[in-house]
Structure formats: C-alpha cells, structure tokens
C-alpha cells in the first residue's frame, strides 16, 4: 500500500491524464468516423479534428492524386500553410513510417504521418507545435494510433466514393440535395434516430466537435409528435427550443420519405424559425389586450368621472362657506382631497389605456415617470420610492405610451426582484458622451440582482429567470428594443443579492432646449358691469346642471340645462345663448352630433366641450367646429369658475 502522500497524489494525476488523454482520442476517432459516415470531404474537417483533439497547434493534411495535389489546414496561429510539399517530402525521405523533427521552419515539434496505400505514399499528415513547454507530454505513439486509424478510413471512404460514381447515383440522393435546402433540415430513422442533417441543421444544433448521428431526435426537441410509424400523412407542429443563450420558437414539418415500394423509411424535419413572428404575434396581443382596456375604462371612467364630479365640485363649494367652521372645514378638505386623488388615478388610468392610439408628439419625460408610478404605486405597498428628477431639456417627441411601457416594465421587474419589499430609486440627470446631450434615467431596486449569465442574456428575446411563466421574456426585449429606436442605449449594473441599476441613455432633443409652457391665467373681468350672460349645459347628470346654476350666480349668469342632445337643440333654435357647456358622452344623440348640428343650423356660439374621457382625436374632431374651450372632468367650483370667465369676459 502507498502511504506517501506526494506518491499518491503523483499517481492519481497520472491516472486523471491517461484517463483526460482515453477521451480526447476517443472523441478524434468518433468525429472521424461521422465524416466518412456522411461522405463528406475530410479535408475540410480531419485537420481541425487533430487540433482540438491533440496537443498541437497546427495541422496541413496533404493527398496526392496522381500529379495534383489537395490539400487541408488549420491552425491556431494562421490562416495559410507555412511548409511546402518539398521541405515534408526532405524530411520524410521517402520512408513509409511516422518521424519527428524539431526546430524546423519555426516549429519546435513537427511530426510527419505518410499516408500509404499497398506501400504506396498517398498523402501526409503533419503536425506542428509551435512552443513545446517543460512538462508538455504528447504521446507519439497515441498520434500515430489515431493517424492510422484515420488513413484506415479513408481508404474506406474513397471505395465508397468510387463505388458511387460507378452506380451513377448515390445511395440516398435526397441527403445529397439536402446541402442547397433554405431551411435546417434533419432526417431520421422509423425509430427517430438521426440517420442525417445538412449544414444549416448543423450550425442550428452547433454540431462542431460531435456528430448527432444515432441520437433520438426527441432528445432534442422535447415534444416532438411523429404520429403513426407508418403514416405517409405530412405533419405541421411548433416547438420551443433553447441553447445556452437563447430561446427559439420553430414551426416543424414532418413529412414521410418512402422506397422503391412506397414503405416510409425515414422522415424529414424542416424547422423554420418563427420566433420574430411569435414576438410580433405577442405585441399584437399586447396592443390588443390594452384597446380592449382602454374601451373598458372609457366606460367606467365616464360614470366614475360624474360621480367625481358631483363630490369634488359641492366639496369645493361647501368649503368656501364654511370658513368660519374650523372643524368643518377641515373635514371638507378632506373629502376634496380624496376626491381629487381618485379623480387623478383615474385620468392616470385612461391615458394609459388610450396612448397607444396617439400619434408621435411632444412630451414631458418626467411627467411620464410621474404618471408611471402614481400608476403602480397600489401595487408598491411594501416598497419605499425614491425620486430624483433633476434632468433639464426633457421634452421627448415621440409616443409616450412607449415610454410608459418602458418604465412599468422596470417597475415591475424591480417589484419581483424585491419580493413586494424595498427600496426603489428612480432619478433623471443630463450627460454628455462623446460631444452628445443625453438623458441618464436610472432606475434601481434593492432586490436579489442579477448573476453574471443572467445578465448577457437579459435583452433577447424570450429570455427569462422565470421558468413557470408561459410567455417568455419578452419586457426587456422590448424595452432594449424602445430604447434604441430612439437613438438611446440601456445599461446595467447588477450584483447577485445587491440590488440592480438599468441606466437608459436617451439623446436630448435640443428643438426643445428652450421651450417653456405658458399657462395664461383668465383675466377677471368686471361682471357688474356687463349684462346677464344665459348659458346652455347640455350633460345627462342632473346634479352638474344644478352644480353650474350655483355657480354661475357668482358671476351673474343665468344657467338653463338639458340632460339630453334633442332638447338641447330645440333651446338653442328657440333661445340666444352665450356660451353652451356641452358633454360629450350622453345616452342617444352624443355631444359632438350635437355641435355639429348647431354648426349646421348656423349659430356661431362659444361651446365649452365636457367631459371625462377624450381621445386626442376626438378632441381635434370637434376643434374643426370652432371648440376652444375644454373641461375635462371632474372638476372643481373655482375650475367652473375659469371656463366661463373665460368664455363670456374676455
């Protein structure tokens, strides 16, 4: 028994390098043995072969038929061989063994198989080390066990070779046409053996350094769905397939290849690759998914939006004749507050919902963040954020929705990452990058981070650390996707259990450097000294007819309301009115038939439109009818106020 220690750690190295050298052998003789299998061209391959699979660097396989010369290289330090014919034929002087050299043309080893043929040189297989190391152990005669097994198969593939071009034919000529196919194409047995792929099945499989053939293809694709075994029917089906770093979708055809007597004896797979289309299919779905959102909440905001109305507007008008009630006062504050915050969540909802049919425009970035996270802040219970919006020159022209998708795909990411529990941080600054003005949007969470090769994969599409999700992946990908359309680019920091930073670059617009928004306060004007001013409100809420007679008492006006369009227009033929508040959403006859009817009828009276949902196009729709005045609700006594004020004196 071995008691030294050193002894015993020096044998079981020894064992562990027989044992490494017993597979790259074996490995170098089962990738020969695929090459003549298939009837390719060995000198493509052999060389590249007895590289990877030997302790040189170089190899230059050389055959000679009768007075031409093919030849086969590769290297790990060039592109072209650097030894002739003349100098291997010097150096092997017509002998029919192996011989080493050392120290020629650069090579500190250079070994030199002939291959023979009835004691005939044929060929050479030379191999070269550059640099040979103190300890370096390459085993000539393992070299020269695998270079005669090797010139063993050739032998065999050139008789097969021969044999072919004597029959006319090849034995299996659809694996021939195989080669010019568009398309990854594999053939396998009635047992699902792979008996076949061409090239581009190849590189799909990444079948570099062993051969697939003989493997169940379902040892592949998971799932796949071959039928009866002796069906002659073509099949169509879809799979998931996934390599190291990405994840495929391929559609699948199946189709049955028969002999002389009609019996199927293999079967074709053609995959072609759909996963750009299946993305695409998703963002459908997803625009889809968001107009049906967006009709829903156009028919909840406009009840909500009314009953909003009613509580914020007597709120508001209850607390200024209340001023002499502390307690009271403060109580209707209160209930002002809570209305308003739910009248803001809601317009925050419908934006949302409507911006993906909004066409490119100007926009302010931080509103966008503001918006995003009064959105998610329900769902952000257990996590503190952070902001920081000190960026200038942040008008974007563009379509905001995308933007709020951006971000509300970040928030989200960071919500899981946190587990619904911690710190997020979200802040804008300015930076310049090679001479360019970008914004710098950073968000960061608290959460378990991201490892290493997690992180090279996180924009592909399909890609995902969430295995039980059905649908891939495909948030980042978009974001990544959003972010350059823009002329941006998106960064990201993260360590495995701390936390995780996205930095998103996008270029500054300088169109809008100086751009200020002016908002014009109404100039109040003298109402003692004007008339009684008659207003028509058209709306199907009676309380906000009676909420505009208080009101307007304050300004002198006189106030008469409809709850519905046909009524409206037979006040308006009958009577002369200065201003119409006009809502939009009414059952039968809707607002803007109304305005046009009264166009139509030739009255050129001042409207101001109601409402509490409006798309952009809507809204130009009924500016083309003179409209420039708008409330939006709900609204507030004071916001009453500024409209008609600013309708009837000014």
């Not at 009676?546 to 033929?573: K, P, Q, T, W």
Request: aromatic share 10%; net charge negative.
């Amino acid at each position: 028994m071995i008691r030294d220690k050193n002894k015993i750690s020096e044998v079981l190295q020894s064992q562990w390098d027989r044992y490494e050298g017993f597979l790259n052998h074996y490995s170098a003789l089962v990738r020969m043995l695929g090459i003549v299998d298939e009837m390719k061209d060995p000198l493509s391959d052999i060389p590249k072969i007895l590289v990877e699979e030997t302790g040189f660097d170089t190899c230059y396989y050389i055959y000679l038929q009768g007075n031409s010369i093919t030849e086969g290289f590769f290297s790990l330090f060039r592109e072209r061989p650097d030894i002739d014919i003349d100098i291997i034929k010097k150096l092997n002087n017509n002998s029919l063994f192996t011989s080493v050299h050392n120290n020629i043309n650069g090579y500190s080893r250079l070994y030199i198989y002939p291959q023979t043929d009835r004691n005939k040189i044929k060929g050479f297989i030379v191999l070269g080390k550059r640099y040979v190391k103190e300890g370096d152990n390459i085993s000539i005669k393992e070299i020269d066990l695998i270079c005669n097994f090797y010139n063993k198969l050739h032998k065999v593939f050139l008789s097969r070779v021969s044999e072919t071009e004597s029959d006319g034919d090849l034995l299996f000529p659809e694996f021939s046409l195989s080669s010019h196919f568009p398309y990854p194409l594999i053939f396998v047995d009635n047992q699902g053996k792979i008996v076949h792929l061409n090239e581009k099945a190849r590189h799909l499989l990444h079948v570099d350094r062993y051969p697939l053939i003989g493997v169940d293809i379902k040892d592949i694709f998971t799932g796949i769905d071959f039928g009866n075994s002796v069906e002659q029917q073509s099949k169509t089906q879809e799979l998931q397939f996934k390599t190291e770093d990405r994840h495929f979708v391929y559609e699948i055809d199946i189709y049955p290849v028969t002999n002389n007597t009609g019996d199927v004896v293999y079967r074709g797979i053609i995959l072609r690759d759909v996963t750009e289309l299946k993305l695409m299919h998703e963002a459908s779905l997803f625009r889809e998914k968001l107009e049906t959102l967006g009709m829903l909440a156009a028919g909840i905001a406009h009840d909500f939006n009314n009953m909003l109305t009613g509580i914020l507007g007597y709120a508001s008008m209850l607390k200024s004749s209340l001023k002499g009630n502390e307690r009271l006062f403060r109580y209707t504050e209160v209930i002002e507050r809570s209305a308003g915050r739910a009248a803001s969540l809601t317009k925050q909802l419908l934006n949302f919902a409507r911006k993906h049919e909004r066409p490119s425009s100007e926009f302010d970035l931080h509103i966008v963040i503001e918006d995003s996270l009064l959105l998610f802040c329900e769902s952000l219970k257990g996590i503190e954020i952070e902001k920081d919006l000190s960026a200038s020159n942040i008008i974007i022209e563009g379509d905001e929705s995308e933007f709020q998708h951006i971000f509300l795909n970040l928030f989200i990411n960071a919500k899981e990452a946190m587990d619904g529990k911690g710190l997020l941080r979200v802040s804008t600054r300015n930076q310049s990058i090679d001479g360019k003005n970008y914004i710098c949007i950073t968000v960061e969470d608290t959460g378990k981070g991201i490892d290493e090769a997690a992180k090279a994969n996180i924009f592909k599409p399909h890609f995902s650390t969430k295995g039980t999700r059905s649908n891939l992946g495909i948030g980042l990908y978009r974001v990544h996707k959003t972010i350059k359309k823009y002329g941006g680019f998106i960064e990201v920091e993260s360590e495995k259990d701390k936390g995780t930073r996205f930095y998103l670059y996008i270029p500054c617009n300088d169109n809008f450097k100086n751009q200020t928004v002016v908002i014009e306060n109404t100039k109040e004007g003298n109402r003692e000294s004007f008339n009684r001013k008659k207003i028509l409100v058209v709306d199907d809420e009676e309380f906000i007819g009676e909420m505009f007679a208080l009101i307007s008492e304050r300004i002198g006006a006189d106030v008469v309301y409809c709850n519905n369009g046909h009524d409206a227009l037979n006040h308006i033929r009958d009577n002369k009115f200065d201003c119409v508040v006009l809502d939009i959403i009414m059952p039968g006859m809707k607002g803007d038939e109304v305005l046009a009817r009264i166009r139509q009828m030739g009255i050129d009276v001042d409207v101001i439109v109601s409402s509490g949902y409006m798309s952009e196009d809507q809204r130009d729709r009924v500016k083309q009818f003179g409209v420039k005045y708008f409330l939006d609700k709900p609204f507030t006594d004071q916001k009453i106020l500024d409209s008609l004020e600013a309708v009837l004196f000014n």
